[in-house]
């Protein structure tokens, strides 16, 4: 009576659940994401002029490398992905480790747009403009470094032969995160640095 | 079928049983005992503003001395801002949601799917330490400076920013809803992950009970809409301890500051779903207990799904009715105006497919069947007060009136009251293990249904007339003077049903530790969570059951022919009719 269900074996289960519950957080961190940006968009319609014109403008050139440096990082987690379902396990440490190297220079970037920011006289404090600016960059960045600290793990397991073609899942998870870091940063880059 | 779930082996030590648990039903009891705890909390707050609405300015007795010793025992206006701003958070966040989203949604969602537990014990685990974290945060917000949190539950900037309550208990409490935001996203991943992962072979998405329905549709809410009040929270914090400037505005801003009205849009996009987060589980309850003890199946089962699922996903769309006076664009107001009042309609479906699944039923008046009656009703008079509250014609002169109080008591408050009650009644067999009183179980009803409707139709007639919510000693002004007798009344009614709950207090205690054992299906009813003992093994179910129909299937004269009674389980295979009764009856899918 009851219907028939195709074998699978409860490893490819579990990880069909982890992997949703990962697509869910992500949905939810998204309105997250979205409500600051909400925020942003309704600050700055208020506001009569973006930016005031005594404050500094922000960079554009160092913002834009990173977000080459932080789309390229993608690019070779995927690419660790890839290897790992075809069984070449021996090229997932080194791509995780070069993934997190290329997040910490996002972040080392990130630090020196802000110190340079800050010394020309862009303070949290200054009103609105400054606001948007500095809460949606750190809360991003923030995000960037559980990406960072999860790949350095991810690295060590890696390297010490824990991942394979038949069991890589929490690189698969890690990869939709670290995805998902880079787009917000794409909408960000295009909102808060371009227009 | 056991190769779907791992079996987890059961916890030794006394840490990890009982204190430290990933089994979901210690998780669920844990969430209800620390909600009950602040739901008395919460109650005793609403005594003291209906003390203050009663006999402003004088002190309150028995207590008063004790919290207010510095004004000899009456209620000072700092006081009460805290007072009833605590009262609202605290019932909303830290009482309702951990008992019915908690306990219930924890307690049920497995046991009724045939799961082992949750797809995430862990997750749980910690789901439930980060709630209590923002409960402590709660109760140190009291012992602070300047006391607790003082906006209003609400919390609007500019008041709730450092110029409107500069003290840490306003900052402790942001960050207490910004926790228990994180504590709630972590549940609601779970349930939604386990209801479409782990339920049991055979246990469709139309065969779910409608309580899980209810939980896993307000699961989603809170996965997609606590984040964004989570960020309302964290721009709050960052406003308050960093002097950024979102909400800041007018003079104690900085180059213009920010908007006011952001928090408002933020905090009601979050809000109005909130509101069905609260509903949509007692909608469930109610649902399957009408059927349970009406002995009848759920009048168009799929359409009350329906309606359900309509409703879900309309609440994310109507936020704008509660800034119909906030200066939004007309055309807009007509626009929420007309997707609000579009809520009543899958609402009044849900209405009408209850009230055809009594009728004519051979209804059973037990303790919970009698609390999820007085949940419709008081749900009725709360949506249908609600109607003046969406149209903007008559919300311009209701709004922020007591009328607005009395409604949303009556919805968010009374049903939610009403169904959580509903559920424990129905539940606690199975939750501990023992049965409760069902002679006090009748009184604390009575008392509760009663009274709690007179309150909130007084707060209703008093905000008719012109009394505005929140007013600290309300006859200052000498047009809202002739309502002192209708407030004491409503004070009157409001002590009773605080008194009211003193039986439900004794007989919760006396059951947990000295009521007589429970039986396996003291309801008999088919639902899956019924075939394990009272209270379940820790892994549940020993085989995952495989489900055969729906959760509702009574009076069935094929059932009755079979097997000689007015029901059979979810999962219970019906033996041929041509042949004698093949099993006892007690044996109702088990095997």
Same mark, same amino acid.
């Given at each position: 009576?009851?219907?028939?269900?195709?074998?699978?074996?409860?490893?490819?289960?579990?990880?069909?659940?982890?992997?949703?519950?990962?697509?869910?957080?992500?949905?939810?961190?998204?309105?997250?994401?979205?409500?600051?940006?909400?925020?942003?968009?309704?600050?700055?319609?208020?506001?009569?002029?973006?930016?005031?014109?005594?404050?500094?403008?922000?960079?554009?050139?160092?913002?834009?490398?990173?977000?080459?440096?932080?789309?390229?990082?993608?690019?070779?987690?995927?690419?660790?992905?890839?290897?790992?379902?075809?069984?070449?396990?021996?090229?997932?440490?080194?791509?995780?480790?070069?993934?997190?190297?290329?997040?910490?220079?996002?972040?080392?970037?990130q630090?020196?747009?802000?110190?340079s920011?800050?010394?020309?006289?862009?303070?949290?404090?200054?009103?609105?403009?400054?606001?948007?600016?500095?809460?949606?960059?750190?809360?991003?960045?923030?995000?960037v470094?559980?990406?960072?600290?999860?790949?350095?793990?991810?690295?060590?397991?890696?390297?010490?032969?824990?991942?394979?073609?038949?069991?890589?899942?929490?690189?698969?998870?890690?990869t939709?995160?670290?995805?998902?870091?880079?787009v917000?940063?794409?909408?960000?880059?295009?909102?808060?640095?371009?227009v | 079928?056991?190769?779907?779930?791992?079996?987890?082996?059961?916890?030794?030590?006394?840490?990890?049983?009982?204190?430290?648990?990933?089994?979901?039903?210690?998780?669920?009891?844990?969430?209800?005992?620390?909600?009950?705890?602040?739901?008395?909390?919460?109650?005793?707050?609403?005594?003291?503003?209906?003390?203050?609405?009663?006999?402003p300015?004088?002190?309150?007795?028995a207590?008063?001395?004790?919290?207010f010793?510095?004004?000899?025992?009456?209620?000072?206006?700092?006081?009460?801002?805290?007072?009833?701003?605590?009262?609202?958070?605290?019932?909303?966040?830290?009482?309702?949601?951990?008992?019915?989203?908690?306990?219930?949604?924890?307690?049920?969602?497995?046991?009724?799917?045939?799961?082992?537990?949750m797809a995430?014990?862990?997750?749980?685990?910690?789901?439930?330490?980060?709630?209590?974290?923002?409960?402590?945060?709660?109760?140190?917000?009291?012992?602070?400076?300047?006391?607790?949190?003082?906006?209003?539950?609400?919390?609007?900037?500019?008041?709730?920013?450092?110029?409107?309550?500069?003290?840490?208990?306003?900052?402790?409490?942001?960050?207490?809803?910004?926790?228990?935001?994180?504590?709630?996203?972590?549940?609601?991943?779970?349930?939604?992950?386990?209801?479409?992962?782990?339920?049991?072979?055979?246990?469709?998405?139309?065969?779910?009970?409608?309580?899980?329905?209810?939980?896993?549709?307000?699961a989603?809410?809170?996965?997609?809409?606590v984040?964004?009040?989570?960020?309302?929270?964290?721009?709050?914090?960052?406003?308050?301890?960093f002097?950024?400037?979102?909400?800041?505005?007018?003079s104690s801003?900085v180059?213009?500051?920010?908007?006011?009205?952001?928090?408002?849009? @933020?905090f009601? #996009? *979050?809000?109005?779903p909130?509101?069905?987060?609260?509903? +949509?589980?007692?909608?469930?309850?109610? %649902? /399957? $207990?009408?059927?349970?003890?009406?002995?009848?199946?759920?009048?168009?089962?799929?359409?009350?799904?329906?309606?359900?699922?309509?409703?879900t996903?309309?609440?994310?769309?109507?936020?704008?009715?509660?800034?119909?006076?906030?200066?939004?664009n007309?055309?807009?107001?007509?626009?929420?105006?007309?997707?609000?009042l579009?809520?009543?309609?899958?609402?009044?479906?849900?209405?009408?497919?209850?009230?055809?699944?009594?009728?004519k039923?051979?209804?059973?008046?037990?303790?919970?069947?009698?609390?999820? @009656?007085?949940? #419709? *009703?008081?749900?009725?008079?709360?949506g249908?007060?609600? +109607?003046?509250?969406?149209?903007?014609? %008559? /919300? $311009?002169?209701l709004?922020?009136t007591?009328?607005?109080?009395?409604?949303?008591?009556?919805?968010?408050?009374?049903?939610?009251?009403?169904?959580?009650?509903?559920?424990?009644?129905?539940?606690?067999?199975?939750m501990?293990?023992?049965?409760?009183?069902?002679?006090?179980?009748?009184?604390?009803?009575?008392?509760?249904?009663?009274f709690?409707?007179?309150?909130?139709?007084?707060?209703?007639?008093?905000?008719?007339?012109?009394?505005?919510?929140r007013?600290?000693?309300?006859?200052?002004?000498?047009? @809202?003077?002739?309502?002192?007798?209708?407030?004491?009344?409503?004070?009157?009614?409001?002590?009773?049903?605080?008194?009211?709950?003193?039986?439900?207090?004794?007989?919760?205690?006396?059951?947990?530790?000295?009521?007589?054992?429970?039986?396996?299906?003291?309801w008999?009813?088919?639902?899956?969570?019924?075939t394990?003992?009272?209270?379940?093994?820790?892994?549940n179910?020993d085989?995952?059951?495989?489900?055969?129909?729906?959760?509702?299937?009574?009076?069935?004269?094929?059932?009755k022919k079979?097997?000689?009674?007015?029901?059979?389980?979810?999962?219970?295979?019906?033996?041929?009719?041509?042949?004698?009764?093949?099993?006892?009856?007690?044996?109702?899918?088990?095997?």
């Amino acid at each position: 009576m009851g219907e028939i269900l195709p074998y699978r074996p409860p490893r490819a289960r579990e990880e069909w659940t982890a992997y949703l519950g990962m697509v869910i957080f992500l949905a939810s961190w998204a309105m997250m994401f979205g409500s600051l940006f909400f925020a942003y968009g309704m600050v700055r319609a208020r506001s009569n002029e973006w930016p005031p014109a005594d404050l500094p403008s922000l960079p554009l050139v160092v913002p834009a490398i990173n977000s080459v440096v932080l789309v390229l990082s993608s690019a070779v987690l995927q690419l660790v992905l890839v290897a790992l379902r075809r069984g070449k396990a021996q090229l997932a440490g080194p791509g995780l480790g070069l993934t997190a190297v290329l997040g910490m220079v996002f972040l080392g970037l990130q630090i020196t747009t802000w110190r340079s920011l800050f010394d020309d006289g862009l303070t949290p404090q200054g009103g609105p403009y400054a606001s948007v600016f500095y809460t949606l960059t750190c809360f991003h960045a923030l995000h960037v470094l559980v990406g960072i600290l999860a790949l350095g793990w991810l690295c060590r397991g890696a390297l010490a032969g824990r991942y394979s073609a038949a069991r890589f899942l929490p690189v698969r998870l890690w990869t939709l995160y670290w995805h998902f870091v880079g787009v917000v940063w794409l909408a960000m880059f295009v909102t808060v640095y371009v227009v | 079928m056991e190769e779907l779930q791992h079996i987890h082996p059961e916890p030794t030590s006394f840490i990890r049983k009982w204190v430290f648990s990933t089994d979901h039903k210690v998780i669920a009891r844990q969430f209800l005992w620390a909600g009950l705890l602040f739901l008395a909390f919460g109650g005793g707050l609403a005594m003291l503003i209906r003390w203050q609405w009663a006999y402003p300015g004088e002190p309150v007795p028995a207590v008063g001395s004790l919290l207010f010793s510095g004004s000899g025992g009456s209620i000072t206006p700092a006081n009460y801002n805290s007072i009833f701003t605590m009262h609202g958070l605290i019932m909303i966040f830290f009482a309702i949601t951990p008992i019915m989203i908690g306990a219930f949604g924890n307690f049920c969602i497995p046991l009724m799917i045939g799961a082992r537990d949750m797809a995430f014990p862990k997750l749980n685990m910690l789901s439930f330490w980060t709630f209590l974290l923002s409960q402590c945060l709660v109760l140190a917000s009291f012992f602070v400076q300047l006391g607790s949190g003082a906006a209003g539950w609400t919390t609007y900037p500019p008041l709730s920013t450092n110029v409107g309550t500069p003290g840490l208990g306003q900052t402790l409490v942001v960050a207490a809803i910004f926790v228990t935001g994180v504590a709630t996203i972590m549940g609601g991943l779970n349930y939604v992950t386990t209801v479409v992962r782990l339920r049991a072979p055979g246990m469709t998405y139309a065969r779910m009970p409608a309580t899980v329905w209810g939980l896993w549709l307000t699961a989603i809410l809170n996965v997609l809409f606590v984040p964004v009040l989570g960020s309302a929270a964290l721009l709050l914090l960052l406003d308050r301890q960093f002097g950024t400037q979102f909400y800041v505005a007018g003079s104690s801003a900085v180059r213009g500051g920010g908007d006011p009205i952001l928090f408002q849009h @933020l905090f009601w #996009i *979050f809000g109005h779903p909130e509101v069905y987060i609260l509903i +949509l589980p007692p909608w469930g309850f109610v %649902t /399957d $207990l009408v059927s349970f003890f009406a002995r009848k199946p759920a009048y168009w089962f799929k359409g009350s799904i329906f309606a359900m699922s309509a409703v879900t996903i309309l609440s994310a769309v109507v936020y704008g009715h509660h800034m119909f006076v906030t200066g939004m664009n007309p055309m807009l107001g007509q626009s929420f105006m007309t997707l609000t009042l579009i809520i009543s309609v899958p609402a009044e479906l849900l209405f009408l497919n209850w009230l055809h699944t009594i009728w004519k039923g051979s209804i059973r008046l037990t303790v919970p069947m009698l609390f999820a @009656l007085g949940t #419709i *009703f008081v749900f009725g008079l709360g949506g249908l007060t609600g +109607l003046f509250l969406g149209t903007i014609s %008559t /919300d $311009l002169y209701l709004h922020d009136t007591m009328f607005v109080v009395g409604h949303f008591h009556l919805t968010m408050a009374a049903a939610a009251f009403l169904g959580s009650f509903a559920a424990i009644y129905f539940w606690f067999p199975k939750m501990f293990g023992r049965n409760m009183n069902q002679t006090l179980g009748k009184w604390h009803f009575w008392f509760s249904a009663v009274f709690i409707t007179l309150v909130f139709c007084g707060q209703l007639a008093a905000g008719y007339a012109g009394h505005q919510r929140r007013l600290f000693d309300p006859y200052q002004y000498t047009f @809202l003077q002739h309502l002192h007798p209708l407030n004491r009344w409503t004070s009157y009614f409001a002590f009773l049903l605080g008194i009211g709950q003193l039986p439900f207090v004794y007989n919760f205690f006396r059951s947990v530790f000295m009521g007589t054992k429970a039986e396996m299906n003291p309801w008999e009813i088919g639902t899956l969570e019924w075939t394990l003992p009272s209270p379940p093994v820790h892994h549940n179910f020993d085989t995952i059951p495989t489900v055969h129909r729906g959760p509702h299937e009574f009076a069935n004269p094929e059932v009755k022919k079979a097997l000689g009674r007015d029901w059979i389980g979810q999962a219970e295979e019906l033996p041929k009719t041509e042949k004698a009764p093949a099993k006892p009856a007690a044996a109702a899918g088990a095997s």
